[in-house]
């Protein structure tokens, strides 16, 4: 996947959190010293959530964090709404430093510009299912014909029409989901927070979900930063990807970054499960037109057409019935390089010699 919008929204500036002890004797250690998780907590009493991490997130792009228990992804995303306060660091949102909000613009802020969903669903029991997504426009003070008229309208986006009367006992884990989904879309916020959303569901219902959360996010390209431990998920989801371990940001990079240029062994680790057929993408591999002509001669006119974000599996399923080669385009139609079936079978072997 690729981000169709730039510039920052989110900006994640040197954020620590350290909890227990946080002298400046034990910050200076764990900030200037550099000094592990298990250092910090046997000298210092202190425990490293989150270590110095920076990162920007741009409008309308899913940023995934992805980390093993403990990493410290989820205590990062809470920073975002301010659940929890960092011991050093700023976070600004459109601009706006919200560490400087006061307890009046916090709750305005969270209430119109932040939507969260939660991997247990978060959903209250005693309410029905039209009444849990209309809670955020409840707390706003919008009257119960408004709120209602939105959160109906909200329903059917996640394809639930017909359910607003249910309980949530009455729904199965998936759509239980999709009703916290719709919650935190209900008020029209401009971010999404969401850790492990699907963490909690059966497999199929996961990929299901998934599919269905990329269409959504196509359509109302809300900026969304998504938890996640499963580097699969991330791969499918997300614009970009950033993997901590122990409270640090180790690499930052789209999938295909990621997979293919690991900054390190413990990155290389996570990504070698990951097949290439669903990251590498044509502009990757692709030849520019003219050293093409001037190998093969020229590109056929029946040529097949593929965008430059196409994944390997996609160009491979193309040219098994199509022997021409295949004409790469970009976003604006126009015609950018070539791959051949030579390239995509050089593309396949080398990903298994990896």
């Not at 190998?295 to 593929?306: C, E, L, T």
Request: net charge negative; with cysteine.
């Amino acid at each position: 996947m690729s981000s169709e919008n730039s510039g920052s929204f989110i900006e994640i500036q040197n954020i620590t959190k350290v909890f227990g002890n946080n002298s400046p004797e034990a910050l200076e250690a764990i900030t200037k010293k550099n000094i592990s998780k298990q250092d910090a907590l046997e000298k210092y009493n202190s425990v490293i959530g989150v270590s110095d991490v920076s990162f920007d997130v741009n409008p309308g792009e899913i940023f995934c964090v992805m980390g093993l228990s403990g990493s410290g992804k989820s205590t990062l995303v809470r920073h975002i709404n301010r659940l929890l306060e960092p011991t050093l660091g700023k976070i600004l949102i459109d601009g706006q430093d919200v560490m400087a909000f006061e307890k009046n613009q916090l709750q305005e802020f969270r209430n119109k510009k932040i939507g969260m969903v939660f991997q247990n669903f978060a959903l209250m029991p005693h309410r029905s299912v039209i009444d849990n997504i209309a809670m955020p426009l409840e707390i706003r003070g919008i009257n119960k014909n408004k709120r209602y008229a939105q959160a109906n309208e909200i329903l059917n986006t996640v394809e639930l029409t017909g359910w607003g009367n249910k309980y949530a006992h009455e729904l199965s884990g998936g759509m239980q989901q999709r009703v916290g989904l719709a919650r935190a879309l209900a008020a029209d916020p401009e971010i999404l927070l969401m850790d492990e959303p699907f963490s909690a569901l059966d497999p199929l219902i996961r990929r299901q979900l998934q599919i269905e959360f990329i269409k959504l996010s196509k359509k109302l390209r809300k900026t969304t930063v998504f938890i996640t431990h499963d580097l699969d998920e991330a791969v499918k989801v997300g614009h970009r990807i950033a993997i901590m371990r122990d409270g640090k940001v180790i690499q930052v990079g789209t999938p295909e970054e990621i997979v293919l240029k690991p900054e390190d062994d413990y990155v290389a680790d996570f990504v070698k499960g990951i097949s290439r057929l669903q990251v590498v993408q044509a502009n990757t591999i692709m030849k520019p037109i003219d050293e093409y002509s001037k190998s093969y001669g020229d590109i056929p006119k029946d040529a097949v057409r593929m965008n430059e974000s196409d994944v390997l599996s996609s160009l491979i399923e193309k040219s098994v019935s199509n022997d021409s080669p295949i004409v790469i385009t970009n976003a604006d139609g126009r015609d950018i390089g070539v791959i051949s079936q030579k390239d995509l079978l050089v593309a396949v072997v080398e990903g298994q010699d990896e």
